[in-house]
Structure formats: C-alpha cells, structure tokens
C-alpha cells in the first residue's frame, strides 16, 4: 500500500470537504478548491479525516492512490493557511510593479512584460537587500493564494522571463534558491 496515499487528511475546523460523484470541493477562509477524482481511487470523509483508497492493485491505480492523497492535502492546507511564494528581482533598473490584476516587469529586455495574475492570486512588489550581491537594493515580490499548484506555475513563468544568470547574478531568482556563481574573464596582464 501507498505510504503517502494510507495518511489520512485531517480537515481543520473551519474547512468544509464534500465528495459528490466523482469531485472534490473544498471550503474554507482561504477560498474554493475543486478537483475530479481520478479512476481506480475513491476518496470518503469519516470523522474529521479524510481517507484515499484505490480499486485495486494495478501501476496506475497505485500512483494515483498517493497523488490523489497528496493534492486533497494541498488543498485542504491552502483553504485554511494559504500559500506564499517569493520572488528576487536583482539588477540595476529592474522593477516589478502591481497594477491590479496586471504584474510589469522591466527586467532589461526592450519592452516591459506584462502578466495577469489568475483569479485568485495577489501579487506584492517591495524593496528589499539583495542575497545574490550585498549592499545592493533588490525586489522583492510575493505571490499569496491557496492554490499551489497555480503559484508554483506562475512563479515558474515569471522566473523564465529573466531567469538568473550565473556571473553578476542579474535576473528573477526563488528566494530561497542559491546560485552557483561562476568568475568572469580576467583581464590579460
């Protein structure tokens, strides 16, 4: 049996799980997630947990049991906590402004980027110091909702407008990711 997929789910007080054909929705401050149930696995609330089981013993059914387990659990946590995702923006000139429902970009390309964020995303752009190069002002943008699979997706697409380069550490970065900064040429003496 799965060892993810035999947890059980704990649903928070607060947090509103039904199972209705073959979809799942969860309620709670956070917002509303919903997810279709695949085939070979079914899902069942029983005293504040929620349970995984699959059909039968086949591959498929096997990965589903956990990844089913392990999106319901995502979405559980994003409905009560929510998610955050950080973004660094470093270079001379490089800015990220919220404009609404818009992001723009400048990030040394000739025209700024524009973004829209999905529903239910909130985007943030702050001053902050850089990790990459120290006593230099940096951006510092967040990314909040209670969908991660939609923040992971949207922070990857703003990283690859400008991913960061490894010799001045200029571009959008994870803030959590570390670089492997290479030395440049050096001059001939």
């Keep these: 049996m799965s060892r993810i997929g035999k947890l059980p789910v704990a649903v928070p007080a607060g947090v509103n799980v039904t199972i209705k054909d073959s979809l799942i929705t969860v309620k709670g401050p956070k917002g509303e997630l919903k997810r279709k149930i695949p085939v070979g696995v079914a899902a069942k609330l029983e005293a504040g947990q929620l349970m995984v089981s699959r059909a039968g013993d086949g591959r498929d059914e096997r990965s589903r049991h ?54 239910g995303i909130q985007a943030k752009s702050e001053k902050a110091k850089s990790t990459v190069n120290a006593g230099q002002d940096a951006v510092m943008l967040t990314l909040t909702g209670s969908d991660k699979e939609l923040i992971g997706q949207l922070a990857s697409k703003i990283r690859n407008t400008r991913p960061p380069e490894p010799y001045k550490g200029k571009g959008i970065k994870y803030f959590e990711e570390k670089l492997k900064r290479k030395v440049g040429k050096t001059g001939a003496s």
């Design 66 to 119: 956990g990844l089913l387990r392990a999106l319901v659990a995502n979405m559980v946590k994003g409905v009560s906590e929510g998610y955050v995702r950080q973004l660094e923006i470093n270079g001379v000139g490089y800015r990220a402004e919220v404009a609404g429902s818009k992001l723009n970009l400048v990030v040394g390309l000739s025209h700024p980027v524009e973004i829209v964020l999905p529903a």
